[in-house]
Every structure is written in structure tokens, then in C-alpha cells.
Nanobody, 128 residues
Framework: QVQLVESGGGSVQSGGSLRLSCVAS????????MGWFRQGPGKGREGVAC???????RYADSVKGRFTVSQDNAKNTLYLQMNSLKPEDTATYYC??????????????????????WGQGTQVTVSS
């Protein structure tokens, strides 16, 4: 079983920055895709940024150039540095991990249904 715990959310003004963290514990595997997803009010869950076990990253077009995903394997921690935040970034942010991406030859990906382990989410609110 894998546990994911996010932290770092909060309220900021437009143009501000936040850094989210996600600590993984329990049984993990060497091959994975870990991602940040978000769900705004009345919206579906969407992929924001992800990284695989090789360090390859992928970003949604809406956050390219503003968000940076990174990982510290020694600390089993995934990060999301969010700069130049906009009101439309307001959402609950979740981290998730897929340990089967290697079985399908996938790198980092945003296929929500393939992520079997999720954190509880952390709220990010950006005011104009």
C-alpha cells in the first residue's frame, strides 16, 4: 500500500508563488509516473505536471513556463513549484502515482484512470 500526503497549499494573490509537496510512503516501485492533478469548482480532474522515474517531465499547456515539477528521491517527495499564479489556477491539487506505466512503455502521462494511488488533496486559491 502506498500513502501520498500533499502539503503547501494556501491563498495567494495573482502573480504570487506556492510550492506544493507530496511525500510518498509505504511500498513503492522503481518505475513510475508521478503527477500533479487539479480539480476546480465544477470541473473535472486535469493533469498539471508529471515526472517519471527517469526524470522526464510533462506539463499541461496552461502551466508551461510557470510551474516546475521535481522530485527528491532520497526524501520520497514530489514537488510542484508554481509561479505567476492566476485566478484560473484555483483548485484542489492532488498528487498521484502510477507504477504500471513501464508495462505499457509510457513515460510521464496524464491518464487519470491509470493512477491508482492518490493523495487527499491540498487547496490552492488565487485571488485577483
Amino acid at each position: 500500500q502506498v500513502q501520498l500526503v500533499e502539503s503547501g497549499g494556501g491563498s495567494v494573490q495573482s502573480g504570487g508563488s506556492l510550492r506544493l509537496s507530496c511525500v510518498a510512503s509505504g511500498h513503492t516501485y522503481s518505475s513510475y509516473s508521478m503527477g500533479w492533478f487539479r480539480q476546480g469548482p465544477g470541473k473535472g480532474r486535469e493533469g498539471v505536471a508529471c515526472i517519471d522515474s527517469y526524470g522526464t517531465t510533462r506539463y499541461a499547456d496552461s502551466v508551461k513556463g510557470r510551474f516546475t515539477v521535481s522530485q527528491d528521491n532520497a526524501k520520497n517527495t514530489l514537488y510542484l513549484q508554481m509561479n505567476s499564479l492566476k485566478p484560473e489556477d484555483t483548485a484542489t491539487y492532488y498528487c498521484a502515482v502510477d507504477f504500471s506505466n513501464g508495462d505499457y512503455g509510457l513515460g510521464p502521462h496524464f491518464m487519470v484512470s491509470e493512477y491508482k494511488h492518490w493523495g487527499q488533496g491540498t487547496q490552492v486559491t488565487v485571488s485577483s
